[in-house]
């Protein structure tokens, strides 16, 4: 699979035209730049995700990849298992057909199926293995709780659901100060501080976070029996919840 590797410009003179971010072809096309350049820990949370497949994963099941993006998450299942089944979610049509095009070539396409669908309205069945990566944080907290609620029902017994997020403080000194070492890490990897503010406003209202104790809850609440928080990277974190 061929990444595209277009540098993430989108923001360079700042967010001139006042909209909200979306998923859109402008996006697609330069996101393995923007996610590597902005998320702490990215590619350690995509080895993790090998690492957890290797051993959770159930033959004859099916692995889920919601919030697929470019479906960098859904690789790292197709790397640990032969026998893997995917099936990958998204919304955005730019990130479904970009899929498609990237995974037709590789010697395991046809154990992933790629959707372009709400991941509210989509139907998990059968599942060992549900990865949810940062996508939570873009869902209003009905959605949250209700999805978290579909994806144990989908989930067979010792199944998993992997969920990396951005979270913040409940103390506002320390999210402040995270805050600020989050803003230098993004300077440190070539974004101006006018490419930061401007994705910063484009973000507003779009992306909520929440503290990570709330996602322990919602996971005790939808029924998973342990949760565990096995990356921490400045306000980033992965977690698994095993049912």
Do not use: W
């Not at 595209?4 to 909209?19: A, P, R, T, V």
């Not at 498609?100 to 199926?113: A, D, G, V």
């Not at 944080?137 to 010792?158: V, W």
């Amino acid at each position: 699979m061929t990444p595209m590797g277009k540098q993430d410009k989108i923001f360079e003179e700042g967010n001139l035209s006042g909209l909200p971010f979306t998923f859109n072809q402008e996006v697609t096309e330069v996101f393995e730049d923007m996610i590597n350049r902005s998320v702490p820990g990215y590619r350690t949370s995509l080895r993790l995700i090998t690492l957890f497949t290797k051993h959770y994963y159930q033959s004859d099941t099916t692995c889920y990849d919601i919030g697929c993006s470019l479906g960098a998450s859904s690789l790292s299942m197709l790397q640990a298992k032969k026998d893997v089944k995917i099936i990958a979610i998204d919304n955005s049509e730019a990130m479904i057909e970009e899929c498609k095009n990237r995974f037709q070539n590789l010697p395991q396409s046809q154990s992933i199926q790629f959707l372009q669908q709400d991941v509210m309205e989509a139907e998990l069945d059968n599942a060992s293995i549900i990865v949810l990566n940062y996508l939570i944080q873009f869902l209003d907290l009905e959605q949250r709780e209700r999805l978290f609620d579909k994806i144990f029902s989908a989930l067979l017994p010792g199944g998993i659901l992997i969920l990396s997020e951005k979270i913040h403080y409940k103390n506002s000194f320390e999210s402040n100060r995270i805050f600020r070492t989050h803003h230098k890490f993004k300077s440190i990897n070539g974004y101006s501080d006018l490419e930061i503010s401007g994705k910063r406003d484009s973000l507003e209202g779009v992306l909520i976070t929440e503290p990570e104790e709330d996602h322990f809850s919602r996971g005790a609440r939808a029924g998973f029996k342990s949760s565990t928080k096995i990356l921490s990277n400045l306000n980033f974190r992965t977690f698994i919840f095993c049912k």
